[in-house]
């Protein structure tokens, strides 16, 4: 089992940054790879970033590319995600996700965390 804890949520202007840390406990976090998705009202949960084992390959969202910037630090069993230049459509619930395999197809991440709120205010 892997526990996912996301925070650093809240309401910020457009144009401006938030750093997401989404910290695991359980089994050897360094094992698994990591994703980010998020999910708006009346719509799906989404791919935004993944990052594989050992930080080599990462793979984003054509709609954050340039402005998120995912990485983790092994040490620490914690993903971030850095979001800059954030716009109202990036407005959602962001949830960070653990799985052996390395992908952006949702149904196949394993472990989720609760989601943490992001507003972005025009």
């Known amino acids: 089992q892997v526990q996912l804890v996301e925070s650093g949520g809240g309401l910020v202007q457009a144009g401006g940054s938030l750093r997401l840390p989404c910290a695991a406990s359980g089994r050897t976090f360094s094992a698994y790879a990591m994703g980010w998705f998020r999910q708006a009202p009346g719509k799906e949960r989404e791919f935004v970033a993944a990052v594989s084992w050992s930080s080599g390959n990462t793979y984003y969202a054509d709609s954050v590319k340039g402005r998120f910037t995912i990485s983790r630090d092994n040490a620490k069993n914690t993903v971030y995600l850095q979001m800059n230049s954030l716009k109202p459509e990036d407005t959602a619930v962001y949830y960070c996700?653990?799985?052996?395999?390395?992908?952006?197809?949702?149904?196949?991440?394993?472990?989720w965390g609760q989601g943490t709120q992001v507003t972005v205010s025009s």
């Open positions: 996700a653990a799985d052996s395999i390395y992908t952006s197809t949702r149904d196949e991440y394993e472990y």
